[in-house]
Structure formats: C-alpha cells, structure tokens
C-alpha cells in the first residue's frame, strides 16, 4: 500500500494557472460575455484543445476556480474539514491572514469580487463567511449582546458577512489604502461597538 499523497503534475499546475491568469485578465478588458475558450487559450499561450483537457467550458472553469479560491481560503483560515469553531482569540489572526491572502492576489480578487459578471465567487465567499459569522455568534449563545439588545440572530449574521465581504471588495477597489492588519484591527473596534 503506498501512503503517499498524489501530487498533481507541476505542468497541470502551470497551466491552470495560465488559464486563470487569462481568463482574469480578459475579464478586465471586456464582458464575460464576448470572452470565448479561443480567447482564453490565446491568451494563455495554449492550444484551444489544451483547455479542454482542464475544463468543459468557461462556466465549468469558473466553478473551479471558484472551488478552488474556497478551499485555499479555507487552508489560510486553517479551518480543518469544516470546523468553524474557532476562538475569539483566532478572530484576530484569521482575519489578518485572511486580509493578507487577498492583498497578495489583488489583482485576481479585485476583478472577480469587485465584477458583477461573476456571482459565483462572491456567492462562494459569502457563503463561507456567513457560516464563520454564524459559529461565532453561536459561541456567543444566548446570554450574548445580541439577545440582550433584541437582535435576531441571523439578521446578525446576514450583516455580519455582508459588511465584511463588502469592506474586503471595497479595499480591493480602492487599491488597498489600508495594511491588513489596520483593516482587522478597524474591524475587531467596530466590533466592540454597542
């Protein structure tokens, strides 16, 4: 029995990676709508069949990534095989962690999150915040603020995560004004507000 982990051939890597680089910049010139699979390879400096080696079509593509930008947030937030009960003293670092992850590929999140042509990745993200949100409101209980000033729970969390993705697209479309850490800190003052 081999208990290696399989490793995915550097050269799939590579290419997916020109793939996604191509796809995102494509994206910042035109609309989701005119970039086809020959755009995409051209760009990439493939063969169009190559491309279909990696996906079935450009929604299939975008899936995937989109699946993968999930599962890498996911490793940066160090939340293993979905155990979103995490600490108030984790907060802090996740979110610094996380503000730099989207600060070292600000181009790529800049377009997909700050484009309404591509729901999927925001949708992603939102969902994978709101259900932090929720397991932390949920650490709360119900001797929380939050109970005691009348606040429903999951309107908590709906403002919760949208505040948060909504700050990070803002960041993002401004050019990172801000370091990560003062965004987190900025967050965790807000946070403590009445």
Do not use: C
Not at 87 to 110: I, S
């Amino acid at each position: 029995m081999d208990n290696r982990t399989t490793r995915t051939d550097p050269r799939i890597i590579r290419t997916r990676q020109l793939l996604k680089d191509a796809f995102v910049e494509l994206l910042q010139e035109m609309e989701i709508e005119k970039i086809s699979v020959n755009r995409i390879a051209e760009r990439a400096t493939i063969n169009r069949v190559t491309f279909y080696l990696h996906y079935r079509d450009i929604p299939d593509m975008m899936e995937k990534m989109a699946d993968e930008m999930i599962e890498e947030i996911s490793r940066i937030l160090n939340i293993e095989s979905g155990d979103l009960h995490v600490t108030d003293e984790d907060d802090w670092p996740m979110l610094v962690n996380l503000l730099e992850h989207f600060a070292e590929h600000a181009k790529f999140y800049k377009v997909i999150l700050g484009s309404r042509r591509t729901p999927i990745f925001t949708d992603r993200l939102l969902k994978l915040l709101t259900e932090l949100i929720t397991a932390r409101i949920e650490r709360m209980g119900d001797d929380s603020d939050l109970s005691a000033a009348g606040i429903q729970k999951d309107i908590a969390i709906w403002y919760g995560s949208s505040a948060l993705i909504g700050t990070i697209v803002s960041w993002l479309r401004k050019d990172m004004p801000y370091s990560p850490h003062f965004l987190a800190k900025q967050f965790t003052l807000m946070r403590s507000l009445p």
